[in-house]
């Protein structure tokens, strides 16, 4: 198993929205004591740490994601104290504590950019990315914004236009300025020196930009790139001058060197790219630059066993050394109990997603409420929040319907507050209906409910080394399953996975025992059912299989 200094080598990160998580203080908004209170449930998940996405001084314009203090709480949150409380109780309890880092880009309110935007001969002139109108006084470039429109906007201080990948108000870093490069790294170094474990790096692709300036080229028909709605102009073009520069690399150098100055830290990065898992294998290879990254690749639609074995196979083509971090919900995207398993049976096909994730070589990140099963939100439009939903309304609704309030119980606010007075409090997010019934408090009382399952999982892989640490090799099973081996020195694992709505068959490739799902059988466990006859495998709809390969 893993030690101290590799933890993550293979760890389940739970991932925590502050916002939305527990409210300790009745404002109707999650914050760090809440998340104190809740931290014993999450250590009896069984998982190895947790992340805590944006907690820090923000105008909360992007909610947390636009960053005016990289040092300090956001009030809405509590205080630096309660951060090292959360910290000190996480630790006490086993879990290693991740947190955001967005370093790309800060709030317009940033001291930074209040001193940049004034003139251009100040000391921090030149630590965001300004450009001269065109003659015409349009924008420097085509480059567009993730959120809608020009990614430039005009600032009649500078008399120039500053570059944002995101809100206007937030305008990108210049990282090709080396003092941008050190401020961040020494902001960094900051929640290092208080105890974290680990950060996780927003698009961390999205550092550097060319010089050049040229012009993003125009999508081909039928082409492929990075995962914004269709309905987005941004998905119209190739990104190929605004993000993934080769200079980026060099900076990860740097950011890892200070990393190893801590055993026992990580870095997990968030990359958003024409190119994903070629960009992830460049950016985690070589024990040089991050320890781990993560893609779209399973946050997005497709999803059939065909898909999925083909985004695996390309992933272990390219990867070398390098080391994933897979993901099938987060906050910024649909859940995947309703992305994927739309018309699908509601507790089964989420329980066998998971156990595909659990299985797969790498680390792991389980989103809030995602060991519940829960399916996105409906969130009306006069209580969407998100700036990205209102610009894309209708056709895309934003990112509010994965945020809603965690459902501790099937009280009116779902137990979200805390100080008695739950009925009266309005969060900031509604409490989705459809999610009230798949409250923890109501599915701890289930021995059959999807929490338990998720226990049982990851105790079942907790068990098995190979599921671990194992060496991964595909097998064909035809379109319709998807297989894999897991395989070390000592174990080797065979494991089968239907993912859609009728039983199937297939002939197995070597022999081997079938692992008995049920609870307390030898350190299996797993949950799951299946019949094995003269290597011959059936298995049920939305069910898994484990086998273990005689030597």
Known sequence: MQDNLTWWRGGVIYQIYPRSFM??????????????????????LGVDGIWLSPFFTSPMADFGYDISDYRDVDPMFGTLEDFKALLERAHALGLKVI?????????????????????????????????????????????LSIFGGSAWTFDARRSQYYLHN????????????????????????????????????????????????????????????????????????????????????VFLQRLRKLMDEYPGTTTVGEIGDDNPLERMAEY???????HMAYTFDLLNDPHSPAYLHGVIERFQQL?????????LSNHDVKRCASRWGDGEDPRAYPRVALALLFSLRGS???????????????????????????VLWPEFKGRDGCRTPMPWTSAANA???????????????????????????????????TLHAVRRLLAFRRAHPALIEGELELL?????????????????????????????????????????GAEGSGGEGHGFHAELAQDQLTLPPYQAAYIAIER
């Open 23 to 44: 409210d300790a203080n009745g404002d109707g908004i999650g914050d760090l004591r809440g998340i104190i209170e809740r931290l014993d449930y999450v250590a009896s």
């Open 99 to 143: 947190i955001d880092q967005v370093i790309s880009h800060t709030s317009d309110q940033h001291p930074w950019f209040s001193e940049s935007r004034q003139n251009r001969n100040n000391p921090r002139a030149d630590w965001y990315v300004w450009a001269d109108p065109k003659a015409d006084g349009t924008p420097p470039n085509n480059w």
């Open 166 to 249: 995101f809100l206007t108000s937030q305008p990108d870093l210049n990282f090709h300025h080396p003092e941008v490069q050190q401020a961040q790294l020494d902001n960094m170094r900051f929640w290092l020196d208080l105890g974290v474990d680990g950060f996780r790096l927003d698009t961390v692709n999205f550092y550097f930009h060319s010089q050049s300036l040229k012009d993003n080229p125009a999508v081909e028909s039928g082409e492929q790139t990075m995962g914004a709605p269709a309905t987005n102009p941004y998905s119209r073009q190739r990104h190929v001058h605004d993000l993934s520069q080769p200079e980026n690399l």
């Open 284 to 290: 985690t290879s070589g024990g040089d630059k991050l």
């Open 319 to 327: 990867a070398g050394d390098a080391w994933p971090c897979w993901a």
């Open 364 to 390: 792991v990140c389980l989103y809030q409420g995602e060991e519940l099963g829960l399916p996105e939100a409906d969130v009306p439009f006069d209580r969407i929040q998100d700036p990205y939903g209102k």
């Open 415 to 449: 137990g979200f507050s805390s100080n008695g007075k739950d009925s009266s409090i309005i969060p900031w997010l509604p409490v989705s209906d459809a999610q009230r019934p798949l409250a923890v408090a109501c599915q701890e009382k289930d021995s059959n409910s």
């Open 476 to 516: 064909d099973l035809g379109e319709d399953l998807l297989g894999f081996t897991r395989r070390t020195e000592n174990e080797h694992l065979l494991c089968v996975f239907n993912l859609l709505g009728r039983k199937q068959q297939c002939q197995l490739p070597a022999s081997g025992r079938l692992l008995d």
